[in-house]
T-cell receptor, first 113, second 117 residues
Framework: GNSVTQMEGPVTLSEEAFLTINCTYT??????LFWYVQYPGEGLQLLLK?????DKGSNKGFEATYRKETTSFHLEKGSVQVSDSAVYFC????????????FGKGNQVVVIP | GAVVSQHPSRVICKSGTSVKIECRSL??????MFWYRQFPKQSLMLMAT?????????EQGVEKDKFLINHASLTLSTLTVTSAHPEDSSFYIC?????????????FGSGTRLTVV
């Protein structure tokens, strides 16, 4: 079945540092890929998405490129801010229209001033 | 953009009572809504898929008689936790997909923190 794997453990970094969160996936066909962000005590917000290979999703300085050859969708931001502290989830939905999202375990990002 | 309203945001109830959580799509129609449960510092676990006008589809291991789902209209799904117990305490999140969105847009509610005492 479909699955999403995110790197283990929280990520702690200083303000203005470069952020990378790795995400790889297993799926048949051509899934759509998403990054969601969850702030403390809140639901999930869509951060960015890509629906086909080589697409680059971007929003609020975050970027991720759909790499089919490496089955990856790594999230990057060049200069993080304290306000970026949150939990980030990688997710996919398959192309067959069953409407279900498969989530990774999430990564807690803590940005220190 | 698409907005999903989830209510209440927090609820405390006594053991043995039932609690209803509402999930509304405010500016779009959703033939399908999803209910998730999230434990502290963990990912979302899909509990069930709510289908407008028909029975919900529950994930393996989720008790359908305990977590009652009703999706009576294209904009409203409800989750009722029946005879709640402390182990049901969790963060519950709903999600809806815009039926008219070709790009599989999923919008999440802000979640409900349930505490059973």
């Amino acid at each position: 079945g479909n699955s999403v794997t995110q790197m283990e453990g929280p990520v702690t970094l200083s303000e203005e540092a470069f952020l990378t969160i790795n995400c790889t996936y297993t799926a048949t066909g051509y899934p759509s890929l998403f990054w969601y962000v969850q702030y403390p005590g809140e639901g999930l917000q869509l951060l960015l998405k890509a629906t086909k290979a080589d697409d680059k999703g971007s929003n609020k300085g975050f970027e991720a490129t759909y790499r089919k050859e490496t089955t990856s969708f790594h999230l990057e931001k060049g200069s993080v801010q304290v306000s970026d502290s949150a939990v980030y989830f990688c997710a996919l939905s398959d192309q067959w229209g069953n409407n279900r999202l498969a989530f990774g375990k999430g990564n807690q990002v803590v940005v220190i001033p | 953009g698409a907005v999903v309203s989830q209510h209440p945001s927090r609820v405390i109830c006594k053991s043995g009572t039932s609690v209803k959580i509402e999930c509304r799509s405010l500016d779009f129609q959703a033939t399908t809504m999803f209910w998730y449960r999230q434990f502290p510092k963990q990912s979302l676990m899909l509990m069930a898929t709510s289908n407008e006008g028909s029975k919900a589809t529950y994930e393996q291991g989720v008790e359908k008689d305990k977590f009652l789902i009703n999706h009576a209209s294209l904009t409203l799904s409800t989750l009722t936790v029946t005879s709640a117990h402390p182990e049901d305490s969790s963060f519950y999140i709903c999600s809806a997909r815009d039926s008219g969105d070709p790009n599989y847009g999923y919008t999440f509610g802000s979640g409900t923190r349930l505490t059973v005492v």
